[in-house]
């Protein structure tokens, strides 16, 4: 029997009948838990790939526990779950068992990637690391995310995203000067090491596909975050300049940033002679680009200037506006947007546009959540299907790939093995 894919319904249809991503006819074991791992092969199965969640039967991913629920709490329908495991079948297996060492291994021998996101050496423990399970399929991409990577001093440390934010440097950086740091508000360390990881196993998988050998894509939440820090790095190395908090201030461009308005607030980055000076003629003050204390960008960059000066000015015009006529104001002309709210993001027209609230089934219900970012033009994201329950594909995927039976998946029911 062939291995079906989701349907957008939620149902499961055949490869023949399955709209076909780029990524069609890759199979890859999710052995991963809440996001740090979960997203990485969300954003695979969206792309086109056959996603095999992969869940303890007495202790599945945890992220089912978490809010928001529809049809209530005891329902287990976790909008949040959801978001990050659709598109994908799903089995249960018990990793610690005999047969289900055996059984996983089987499971390699027949797809294309394995993404795990346990602590460094808990794969080892378990009999199935990568140099074991290399024997199986020599081509198989082994991706692995954990707080701080397989090397290095810090490899067996405990991490969530918060560790990653903290031990990245991007912590330190956020809030407010004359304020303690605070946390970016996602968890920025576990997306960002989704990215990467999804990054890294397409590179892995190039290679095989041009005839060599598989291999292990390590990634680190902390190597992750520390790569978003935009010029922190180089500052320090080269100045010896050690990044802070700006509130929502650029460290060298001005004016940029957030600006108070009628209803809210808008982000506006005019800080250029030519973007200034429409600026001025846009609300009808030209003479303001020609003051001599702030008519090049060198001056406006001052902080005390840009604070005594240009921000009073802009606060004064930006005042007497809402957000929806500052963006229409400065339409295709000045770099300035409204600081929407997730609401307002949700029901934005060119979100809808760009097809990025979708359509997910949730029990009963359709849920929207965010869609796929990556737009291609012939080969596109189209279908969004339910996440799975615990074990639901285990006849479909155990059948198709290790040519069990019903009775060998009762069998391996009563050992505690699925």
């Known amino acids: 029997m062939p291995l079906d894919f989701p349907s957008a319904t939620g149902t499961s249809c055949t490869p023949a009948d399955a709209p076909r991503g780029p990524l069609a006819g890759l199979k890859v074991l999710d052995i991963t838990r809440v996001v740090a791992g979960p997203y990485c092969a969300m954003l695979l199965a969206d792309l086109g790939a056959t996603v095999i969640k992969v869940e303890h039967p007495d202790d599945p991913d945890y992220a089912r526990t978490f809010p928001p629920f529809v049809a209530g709490e005891d329902a287990g329908l976790s909008a949040?779950?959801?978001?990050?495991?659709?598109?994908?079948?799903?089995?249960?297996?018990?990793?610690?068992?005999?047969?289900?060492?055996?059984?996983?291994?089987?499971?390699?021998?027949?797809?294309?990637?394995?993404?795990?996101?346990?602590?460094?050496?808990?794969?080892?423990?378990?009999?199935?690391?990568y140099e074991v399970l290399r024997l199986e399929n020599?081509?198989?991409v082994y991706t692995a995310i954990s707080g701080f990577g397989r090397t290095g001093p810090n490899s067996s440390r405990p991490a969530f995203d918060n560790t990653g934010q903290?031990?990245?440097?991007?912590?330190?950086?956020?809030?407010?000067?004359?304020?303690?740091?605070?946390?970016?508000?996602?968890?920025?360390?576990?997306?960002?090491?989704?990215?990467?990881?999804?990054?890294g196993t397409l590179a892995a998988l190039r290679v095989v596909e041009k005839g060599g050998e598989g291999q292990v894509v390590d990634i680190s939440q902390q190597d992750s975050v520390l790569s978003l820090t935009e010029n922190a790095?180089?500052?320090?190395?080269?100045?010896?300049?050690?990044?802070?908090?700006?509130?929502?201030?650029?460290?060298?461009?001005?004016?940029?940033?957030?600006?108070?308005?009628?209803?809210?607030?808008?982000?506006?980055?005019?800080?250029?002679?030519?973007?200034?000076?429409?600026?001025?003629?846009?609300?009808?003050?030209?003479?303001?680009?020609?003051?001599?204390?702030?008519?090049?960008?060198?001056?406006?960059?001052?902080?005390?200037?840009?604070?005594?000066?240009?921000?009073?000015?802009?606060?004064?015009?930006?005042?007497?506006?809402?957000?929806?006529?500052?963006?229409e104001m400065a339409g295709d002309t000045i770099p300035?947007?409204?600081?929407?709210?997730?609401?307002?993001?949700?029901?934005?027209?060119?979100?809808?546009?760009?097809?990025?609230?979708?359509?997910?089934?949730?029990?009963?219900?359709?849920?929207?959540?965010?869609?796929?970012?990556?737009?291609?033009?012939?080969?596109?994201?189209?279908?969004?299907?339910?996440?799975p329950d615990v074990g639901e594909h285990n006849a479909l995927v155990y059948g198709d790939l290790a040519g069990l039976s019903a009775e060998d998946l009762a069998r391996l029911a009563d050992q505690g093995a699925i």
């Open 336 to 387: 300035l947007s409204s600081i929407k709210t997730i609401a307002e993001v949700v029901e934005d027209p060119h979100i809808a546009a760009r097809e990025m609230i979708v359509n997910v089934p949730l029990g009963a219900e359709m849920v929207r959540m965010f869609g796929q970012p990556v737009k291609l033009s012939a080969t596109p994201a189209t279908t969004f299907a339910k996440a």
């Open 233 to 327: 790095v180089v500052r320090y190395t080269t100045k010896g300049e050690v990044a802070t908090p700006l509130g929502s201030e650029h460290p060298f461009v001005r004016p940029y940033g957030q600006f108070p308005c009628k209803d809210g607030y808008v982000f506006f980055g005019g800080y250029t002679d030519k973007f200034w000076r429409l600026t001025c003629q846009m609300f009808g003050e030209p003479e303001v680009a020609a003051d001599p204390a702030i008519d090049t960008m060198e001056k406006r960059f001052d902080p005390v200037v840009a604070e005594t000066r240009v921000r009073p000015i802009l606060e004064r015009w930006f005042s007497t506006y809402t957000k929806a006529e500052l963006e």
């Open 138 to 140: 020599p081509k198989l």
């Open 166 to 199: 903290a031990a990245g440097g991007l912590w330190s950086m956020n809030g407010y000067a004359d304020r303690p740091p605070v946390r970016v508000g996602t968890i920025i360390g576990d997306l960002a090491a989704s990215l990467y990881a999804a990054i």
């Open 80 to 129: 949040f779950f959801t978001q990050f495991n659709r598109n994908k079948l799903g089995i249960s297996l018990n990793m610690k068992t005999e047969e289900g060492k055996a059984l996983l291994k089987r499971l390699v021998r027949e797809v294309d990637v394995l993404v795990e996101n346990f602590r460094p050496g808990t794969m080892e423990k378990l009999g199935l690391g």
